[in-house]
């Protein structure tokens, strides 16, 4: 598919998982935007069908815009989505679809009853350019909820509360499910985890023990969640965190945005699927006639301390793992590195296991920045030498290390001398290519390293570095466009440019095979 791609909208239906998504189908630049439709088997494999959804509606004649999908009931499903009414204002308004058929289990037409379009409209006060994706509705005491996100006097975040009892007429609630000055909320998502620990996914109308809300913020570009109490009956939330909105945590500390869970009843799993968008020039993205992409699925828990998610590939792509090299008990001094044989790394799914000698000389953390991992990532990159660390992996790397894209980990100890972990993706020497935009980006481990210990996993592919530290507590996606080092010539290496010893307890590095995306 030639165009530019963005926000995606995930359910599962009867045996195929279906992801619409934003899509231009005139460039690969944003606008004309229209969902287009794709379905797998396997959340890895997808073939492409015609566009779900576009304008063709006064309520939606200029655009269609992000939602979501729920299941009824009954199992038929439902659609809900922004839509453009006027574009001198870009006025947007709520409106729903169901399918022509739904005994089609690719759901490959929709409808949008006339009668109802639109349902939802920016009036008391809202301010309709910044009224926008609806989240799958759930279901309590008689009624189906959904969100959709807005902004308050220009800075106040928020959730508005919509009611229904039929999903057909739906009513603004008086007051919001949540809100912080924290400016416009995009994509908001709300939905129930399972117990600490518990790996389990709940379905969105489930009661759960806890609850995630996250937001996309206009502002940043980043996506960022709290866990807290959901009050069924006042259509409240309350994060745990009594800070609140002030230590909220993110997905994905890299280019990650936009993002949307769905609940898969196969494997009774919550799914998230983000959208990166590209880092190079306008003209190189004409050129190659794409931009956007969607990251690798991953399942989404609460970790045991029910303080945060945990993040983790889903188990599909695993498939797509062929010829493996291992290596073992090898031990990097400081200043050394070695590389990984063996094997194509261009497209390579790498696990490893670190462990470090003495955390003695662990760096002293400047508490300047407490709030700010990614300034801190690059004052001190991959490059700058330090007491634990930097040590970790060198992607996407030529031969003679002209091009090289480092993702690692760095410990520091605070004012208690408890150990700081950093954990970054380094990408400014990823490419000699100019007009390239190459942040570091960088976030926090919670994790316990007085032991020595951390893992890392990073899915490499081609333009796309995907990392979870310390089995996905921090995450970290980057796009990244070498020049030299590309396919038979992208090199993988373990570095350490510490001043303690790190051992390699464990590295296994698989060749990725490339997955099916076709046209039907």
Same mark, same amino acid.
């Given at each position: ?34 969902? *287009? ?16 959804? /576009? ?168 996506? /960022? ?65 794409? *931009? ?229």
């Amino acid at each position: 598919m030639v165009g530019n791609f963005g926000t995606a909208a995930p359910m599962y239906y009867k045996g195929w998982y279906h992801l619409f998504y934003q899509y231009n189908p005139k460039g690969a630049v944003w606008g004309n935007i229209v969902w *287009a439709h794709s379905v797998s088997r396997d959340l890895i494999n997808w073939i492409a069908l015609e566009p779900a959804i /576009y304008p063709s509606i006064p309520s939606d004649q200029f655009g269609c815009w992000s939602g979501s999908a729920t299941l009824l009931p009954d199992g038929t499903p439902a659609i809900t989505y922004t839509g453009i009414s006027r574009s001198d204002i870009n006025y947007q308004v709520q409106n729903v679809a169901f399918p022509k058929n739904a005994s089609d289990p690719l759901l490959r037409e929709w409808v949008k009853p006339a009668e109802l379009n639109p349902i939802a409209v920016p009036e008391g006060g809202i301010n309709a350019t910044q009224f926008r994706d609806p989240t799958t509705a759930w279901y309590a005491d008689g009624h189906w909820r959904m969100l959709v996100g807005g902004v308050r006097g220009g800075a106040r975040g928020l959730a508005f509360v919509y009611r229904s009892r039929d999903f057909r007429r739906w009513r603004r609630a008086r007051k919001p499910l949540h809100s912080a000055a924290t400016g416009m909320w995009e994509c908001p998502d709300f939905f129930p985890v399972s117990g600490a620990g518990l790996e389990n996914g709940l379905d969105t109308s489930e009661a759960g023990p806890k609850y995630v809300l996250k937001n996309s913020l206009d502002l940043t570009r980043y996506d /960022y969640y709290t866990v807290g109490s959901y009050d069924r009956r006042r259509d409240r939330y309350v994060p745990d965190d009594p800070a609140g909105d002030e230590r909220r945590r993110r997905y994905d500390y890299g280019n990650f945005y936009a993002s949307k869970t769905f609940y898969d009843p196969a494997k009774r799993r919550r799914v998230l699927l983000g959208w990166a968008n590209e880092s190079d020039s306008v003209p190189d993205d004409k050129a190659k006639g794409w *931009a956007g992409i969607h990251a690798i699925p991953r399942k989404i828990w609460l970790d045991p301390s029910g303080k945060q998610l945990l993040q983790w590939p889903v188990e599909e792509v695993e498939k797509l793992r062929g010829k493996p090299v291992s290596v073992a008990g090898k031990v990097v001094k400081p200043g050394q590195h070695f590389e990984v044989t063996g094997l194509a790394t261009y497209q390579a799914d790498v696990e490893v296991s670190f462990e470090v000698s003495s955390l003695d000389r662990a760096e002293p953390f400047d508490a300047a920045y407490a709030n700010d991992a990614q300034k801190l990532c690059g004052v001190k990159g991959a490059d700058a030498k330090g007491g634990v660390g930097p040590f970790g992996l060198w992607v996407l790397a030529s031969a003679d290390l002209q091009e090289k894209t480092a993702v690692f980990f760095r410990v520091f100890k605070d004012g208690y001398g408890k150990p700081k972990v950093l954990m970054c993706t380094d990408p400014t020497k990823s490419s000699l290519s100019p007009d390239l935009y190459k942040p570091t980006f960088a976030g926090f481990v919670d994790t316990d390293i007085s032991s020595g210990k951390i893992t890392l996993r990073s899915l490499i592919d081609r333009s796309v570095v995907e990392s979870f530290g310390a089995g996905g507590r921090t995450c970290i996606l980057s796009r990244v466009y070498p020049s030299i080092a590309v396919g038979k010539d992208a090199h993988l290496y373990v570095f350490n440019n510490g001043e303690a010893d790190i051992k390699v307890s464990h590295l296994t590095a698989w060749e990725m095979k490339k997955p099916l995306m076709n046209g039907a």
